[in-house]
């Protein structure tokens, strides 16, 4: 049973930059695809993108100019960072990983508990 | 982009009853719809995807179908531990995956 856990800060200043990791244990995250997925009471789920464990990415269109992902399978990890951070930028934020192997489904079937991250001075 | 909506924002239901929850698209997705249920405090968890595949482990009181544009989670007999938020997502665009607004099922 993989399972998923998310760590960072829990509050980020207003301009910088959000930084999380995912680690993943239970399974190796070589051949998966790996999300970042956000819940705010104002914008609701909001889906942020995924990277594949070869390094390969796709983030939505509305923060792909914030966005970077990486991964790290030394230690069964990926990473988000998130630049230029405002208010609207306080959710928590989930990791998941995606049902499919050789392509994304994005059909999300394993969740991290979720981190909040408040972005205040 | 493609645009979610649920319907009802929010029902209250007694053990027992059947609850359908409706979500429609504001274009043609397919088949490529997905629904989860998230408790208070807790991540969301993967109920169906393709519009009518159960996932894995989940109870065979949940079904989901399509007609069109609209697709519709229902629960045959609503159990104690079914109270929760759902949320449909379209895995069609995949420049931007979206999720509905949620629906909020709470105790009649």
């Known amino acids: 049973q993989v399972q998923l856990q998310e760590s960072g800060p829990g509050l980020v200043k207003p301009s910088e930059t959000l930084s999380l990791t995912c680690t993943v244990s239970g399974d190796s995250i070589n051949g998966c695809y790996w999300n970042w997925i956000r819940q705010s009471p104002g914008k609701g789920l909001e889906w942020i993108g995924y990277?594949?464990?070869?390094?390969?990415?796709n983030y939505n269109p509305s923060l792909r100019s914030r966005v970077t992902m990486s991964v790290d399978t030394s230690k069964n990890q990926f990473s988000l960072k998130l630049s230029s951070v405002t208010a609207a930028d306080t959710a928590v934020y989930y990791c998941?990983?995606?049902?499919?192997?050789?392509?994304?489904?994005?059909?999300?079937?394993?969740w991290g508990q979720g981190t909040l991250v408040t972005v205040s001075s | 982009d493609i645009q979610m909506t649920q319907s009802p924002s929010s029902l209250s239901a007694s053990v027992g009853d059947r609850v359908t929850i409706t979500c429609r698209a504001s274009?043609?997705?397919?088949?490529?719809l997905n629904w989860y249920q998230q408790k208070p405090g807790k991540a969301p968890k993967l109920l169906i995807y393709?519009?009518?595949t159960l996932q894995s482990g989940v109870p065979s009181r949940f079904s989901g179908s399509r007609s069109g544009t609209d697709f519709t989670l229902t629960i045959s007999s609503l159990q104690p531990e079914d109270f929760a938020t759902y949320y449909c997502?379209?895995?069609?665009?995949?420049?931007?995956?979206?999720f509905g607004p949620g629906t909020k099922v709470d105790v009649k």
């Open positions: 274009q043609s997705i397919s088949n490529y």
């Open positions: 997502q379209q895995s069609y665009s995949t420049l931007e995956i979206t």
């Open positions: 393709s519009a009518s």
């Open positions: 990277m594949y464990s070869s390094g390969s990415t």
């Open positions: 998941a990983r995606d049902r499919g192997s050789n392509w994304p489904t994005y059909n999300f079937d394993d």
